[in-house]
T-cell receptor, first 112, second 113 residues
Framework: DAGVIQSPRHEVTEMGQEVTLRCKPI?????LFWYRQTMMRGLELLIY????????DSGMPEDRFSAKMPNASFSTLKIQPSEPRDSAVYFC??????????FGPGTRLTVL | SQQGEEDPQALSIQEGENATMNCSYK?????LQWYRQNSGRGLVHLIL?????REKHSGRLRVTLDTSKKSSSLLITASRAADTASYFC?????????????FGKGTLLTVNP
């Protein structure tokens, strides 16, 4: 298996622009997680899905952030409008329904 | 607030030495996991220990869990330069979802050749 796939790997954008991050989980995994990692706050869970349904979005920082999972093999995290404080590495992870999570390589987002 | 807190924040050792990292947490848990992150990469799962277990081994890794003290330790024996990475503990909340993990800020391990 190719593992969790994220795109793009790097994104540089200007403040106010819309940013869309993409994730393809491992086939057969029922759970999908979005995390954000910064030096100051460490690794934070933003939202997670079970069978394409959002279960807990309490970590989504504000209304500018939204996440969707239209099918079992694809999820997006969208930031609109983006701000410099959104600069971070965003990770997607999937899990087969157990406790272990498999992380993608991350998307490094820089908002100027 | 962080559920798990690793200690020390940074550790530098020589190849062949053992490395011990500690994790403390605040609430009751079902499981505690350790993950490794190489620079610029995603996290990789190392080992999971359940709340009713006290010790677990996997290759050169040994994990202990003391639920009375709400703490865990990760021991890496006979370290190698390739073990250089950040190590994170992650806990769930027994009062909530097993799948909602909270990560500490990690221990940066440097193994010098």
């Amino acid at each position: 298996d190719a593992g969790v796939i994220q795109s793009p790997r790097h994104e540089v954008t200007e403040m106010g622009q819309e940013v869309t991050l993409r994730c393809k989980p491992i086939s057969g995994h029922d759970y999908l997680f979005w995390y954000r990692q910064t030096m100051m706050r460490g690794l934070e869970l933003l939202i997670y899905f079970n069978n394409n349904v959002p279960i807990d979005d309490s970590g989504m920082p504000e209304d500018r952030f939204s996440a969707k999972m239209p099918n079992a093999s694809f999820s997006t995290l969208k930031i609109q409008p983006s701000e410099p404080r959104d600069s971070a590495v965003y990770f997607c992870a999937s899990s087969p329904g157990g406790d272990t999570q498999y992380f993608g390589p991350g998307t490094r987002l820089t908002v100027l | 607030s962080q559920q798990g807190e690793e200690d020390p924040q940074a550790l530098s050792i020589q190849e062949g030495e053992n490395a011990t990292m500690n994790c403390s947490y605040k609430t009751s848990i079902n499981n505690l996991q350790w993950y490794r992150q190489n620079s610029g990469r995603g996290l990789v799962h190392l080992i999971l220990i359940r709340s009713n277990e006290r010790e677990k081994h996997s290759g050169r890794l040994r994990v202990t869990l003391d639920t009375s003290k709400k703490s865990s330790s990760l021991l890496i024996t006979a370290s190698r330069a390739a073990d250089t990475a950040s190590y994170f503990c992650a806990t769930d909340d027994s009062g909530g979802s097993n799948y909602k993990l909270t990560f500490g800020k990690g221990t940066l391990l440097t193994v010098n050749p």
